[in-house]
């Protein structure tokens, strides 16, 4: 497909739309990133020429424009916020010039890139493939692939790309499908992190704005690359696992059995249990958790062994986050299994027992207590006589003398609640 063949009054509009952003630009210092193989500005400068088209114009907004998401590579780095406005909203106003189809359920400023979409996205899916490594070459390497073409043209198409699909959503982006997904799988493919991390945005925005029916024979792939990917760098593990949780719920929800919560479940925990210090990692799954553990549901019953351990570590991070967090997602997922007759449950109110006193140190003291005190309710609303032995041991002391007359008074209407636990049902607390 060619670029839109626009009247006299678009193009005289795109000419001027092109020609202040290229003057902003050439007025913008710039040096090329350390760890940068291309020029940036080089590349966009021909983008905006006055001979330039629709298509050129819109990759170059698009890069410029992606200059204020996260980039760890600090390849965008130099692009001043007042240069990204302009050029998304110069973007935006060529868009609404732009009549299309006529299509009246499209918003005016979606109308031009979902017209462009279908040329723009096998060309930047080749621009990113150029640089990837041939598995089935053995010897294609690293250094074979970035002899061929710089790594940095992958990783400005990733950006490119990543900025194309996230202007659409639902309901338009599912007719899609079939031009975004297979883009978004040479990109997380590739071997450089960013390149990876730019698709697995791109992955789960397309998760959160299709129907499942709509990603048709791709969903084994797609959760295959989310599964190759768990054991990815630091920078982009946040994007792998929002991405993972946000699909394999959106494709399995009816399917708690699945062997694809079982895998993704078990490459995470893997991957955590060779890190459990690693802060960032722990706190973005444990952010990303509760839907995963709510699509297992009571499955989890077979992962406590490996779970619980963790939990239990972490419970005593030096981070108020993590703490919390843990301490949700235990409530999580005592309210879905509601624990059975596991042995956990005495080494589960030691440990909290414990941490319960421990936050009396913590700036976060009160929400911290407040946590533990639901799962102990919980815990004493489920297992009942087995809850209550495993507090006995609990009640003489006299640093949790408050937590057990709150405890005690659930079998007492008249009695007060404690400000440590303000809340006596089975909603968490948020």
């Not at 406005?85 to 009246?104: C, V």
């Not at 991957?271 to 009571?298: C, M, T, Y």
């Amino acid at each position: 497909m060619e670029s839109p063949s626009p009247p006299s009054p678009f193009r005289d509009l795109l000419l001027r739309l092109s020609t202040g952003i290229a003057e902003s630009l050439a007025t913008v210092p710039y040096t090329p990133h350390q760890s940068s193989n291309v020029s940036v500005k080089a590349f966009l400068e021909p983008l905006l020429v006055p001979t330039a088209t629709v298509r050129d114009f819109a990759l170059a907004c698009a890069l410029i424009s992606s200059s204020t998401a996260v980039d760890s590579s600090g390849i965008l780095s130099w692009i001043p916020s007042n240069l990204s406005s302009l050029a998304t909203s110069s973007f935006s106003d060529l868009s609404r010039a732009y009549l299309g189809n006529r299509d009246l359920a499209v918003p005016p400023e979606k109308r031009l890139v979902l017209e462009l979409m279908p040329e723009v996205l096998p060309f930047l899916k080749e621009r990113i493939k150029e640089s990837s490594i041939d598995v089935s070459d053995e010897t294609d390497e690293f250094s074979a692939a970035t002899a061929r073409v710089p790594v940095g043209f992958a990783i400005l198409a990733a950006f490119q790309f990543r900025w194309f699909v996230t202007q659409v959503d639902y309901p338009h982006l599912g007719k899609l499908c079939g031009l975004v997904i297979p883009c978004a799988l040479t990109a997380v493919d590739h071997w450089s992190p960013v390149v990876k991390g730019q698709g697995m945005i791109s992955l789960m925005h397309v998760g959160k704005n299709v129907d499942a029916a709509q990603l048709g024979g791709y969903v084994d792939v797609i959760l295959d690359a989310c599964c190759q990917n768990t054991a990815s760098d630091d920078e982009i593990w946040h994007h792998v696992v929002e991405a993972s949780v946000v699909l394999v719920t959106l494709t399995q929800r009816s399917n708690p059995r699945s062997p694809w919560f079982e895998r993704m479940l078990n490459e995470m925990l893997s991957h955590l249990e060779r890190q459990p210090r690693n802060k960032e990692r722990r706190i973005a799954w444990l952010k990303s958790a509760d839907s995963l553990f709510n699509g297992v549901g009571i499955m989890l019953l077979a992962h406590f062994r490996r779970i619980f351990p963790l939990f239990f570590q972490w419970m005593h991070a030096d981070d108020n986050e993590t703490i919390i967090l843990v301490l949700k997602c235990t409530y999580v997922i005592l309210r879905l299994t509601w624990i059975r007759n596991s042995p956990f449950v005495a080494k589960l109110v030691d440990k909290l027992a414990l941490v319960y006193k421990e936050a009396a140190l913590r700036t976060a003291r009160e929400e911290i207590r407040a946590n533990i005190c639901q799962i102990l309710i919980l815990l004493q609303e489920s297992k009942g006589l087995y809850f209550n032995a495993a507090w006995d041991k609990h009640r003489s002391d006299p640093d949790l003398t408050t937590l057990d007359f709150s405890l005690s008074g659930r079998s007492n209407t008249n009695t007060v609640p404690s400000e440590d636990c303000p809340q006596q049902g089975l909603v968490p607390v948020q």
